[in-house]
Structures are given as C-alpha cells and as structure tokens.
C-alpha cells in the first residue's frame, strides 16, 4: 500500500451537492492527519486539522477511522469556490516530515 | 503573526545554469523548513528539509543542494539546472520541533528551456 493513497478524480459535482473524498494511509502509528486545498497554480494551504475521531468547521466534515486507516472529507452544499485539488496528508510517528498525498481534484458546476 | 516569502514568483532559465531561490519566514524562531517541487499535474515531492541553522536532510538524490545560512533563511541552488527541474517550488515552515502543520509560501514557478 502507498503511504498515502487518494482518487485523483475529478468529481464534477453540481452547486449545491454534497460529495465526500477518502484517503487510505499505511502506516497505523500515524497520529495526525490533515485535509489542505490547493487552487491551481497556488500554494496549498491548510484546510482541517484531524487529531481525534473527527471534525467539523461549517460545511466541512473530516473523519479518521483508524482501524481501517482512512480518512475522508465531506463537503456539504458545494459551492462554485470549493473547486480545488484537496490533499490528504499524513503525519507519521517520529520526527518525519509530513506525506502528502498526490490530492483529488473537485470541480463545482453551475 | 508569521508569514513567508519566496522569491522571484517565476523564473525562466535556460539548461545548465545556476539557480538560487530563497525563502524567507518572519514571525517565528528556530521553525522546521522544507523545499518541495510540484511537477505540472504531479503531487508535491519533498526535496529538504531543516531543523535548525546549517542541518539539512536530503529526501532526494539530484542535482539541486539546500543550505540553511540563518535561522529563517532557506535557500536552494544548483550549478547546472536541467530540463527536469522544471517545476512549481514551494517552501513550507512548521514550528520549532514539531513535524506537524506545516504552511507554505506562495512558490517560484521555474521553466528550464
């Protein structure tokens, strides 16, 4: 297994829809996760912080399930702004860098 | 609060000439400091990274070298750039000792003809 796997996609979602992206990571000791949001040709920047069972910060929702090693992001009421590649990243045990995944890229359509 | 700086934002070079980006972060002392290199379509690829004044830690074997001359200058060169270097390079910081979030800097957008 990849250390950090996601669905390239694209999904193309109409305004409006609710779509949910998941993440696979290998190594079971991780202890922190991360949901970032790229824009094209732009930094990524921080979207959601994971460090427990999940959270929540108005439309966005991030889950951990650790005994399946995943995580995912849900999206509620997508909105033509939330078009972006979305990078799952993994924090791995130790004093190592974080791994990022290669991201999933939504498009929202009107 | 904290902020980064890269610079130039974009640059053209042609094969096998020398390259210096720097970075920059204010607001911090003593942070963790990273290069990446994102290809055109690619995930990022982690190239350096450094956790205090001159300690570098290479991920990658390449032609592309990084120093580390003060605390919160990071550089990276080469001698002789090649087709491949092509790229979007970011630089990233996170705070003293900690391997958690990191936050980038607007990156350089480097075309080798």
């Known amino acids: 297994r990849k250390e950090v796997e996601q669905d390239p996609g694209p999904f193309n979602v109409p305004e409006g829809a609710t779509v949910a992206f998941n993440c696979t990571y290998s190594?079971?000791?991780?202890?922190?996760f991360f949901w970032y949001r790229q824009d094209c040709r732009k930094e990524p920047k921080l979207l959601m912080s994971?460090?427990?069972s999940g959270n929540e910060d108005g439309r966005f929702t991030a889950q951990l399930n650790r005994a399946s090693q995943y995580i995912s992001l849900l999206i509620r009421d997508s909105k033509l702004s939330d078009s972006a590649t979305y990078l799952c990243v993994v924090n791995p045990p130790g004093n190592t860098p974080l791994v990022f995944g290669k991201g999933t890229r939504l498009s929202v359509i009107a | 609060s904290q902020t980064i700086h890269q610079w130039p934002a974009t640059l053209v070079q042609p094969v096998g000439s020398p390259l210096s980006l720097e970075c920059t972060v204010e607001?911090?002392?003593?942070?963790?400091l990273y290069w990446y290199r994102q290809a055109a379509g690619r995930g990022l690829q982690l190239l350096f990274y450094?956790?205090?004044?001159?300690?570098i830690s290479s991920e990658v074997p390449q032609n592309l070298s990084a120093s580390r001359p003060q605390d919160r200058q990071f550089i990276l060169s080469s001698k002789k750039l090649l087709l491949s270097d092509s790229g979007f390079y970011l630089c990233?910081?996170?705070?003293?000792?900690?391997?958690?979030?990191?936050?980038f800097g607007p990156g350089t957008r480097l075309t080798v003809l």
């Open positions: 607001g911090t002392s003593n942070p963790n």
């Open positions: 190594n079971s000791a991780s202890q922190s």
């Open positions: 450094s956790v205090g004044i001159g300690q």
């Open positions: 994971v460090y427990s």
């Open positions: 990233a910081w996170s705070v003293d000792g900690s391997t958690d979030t990191q936050y």
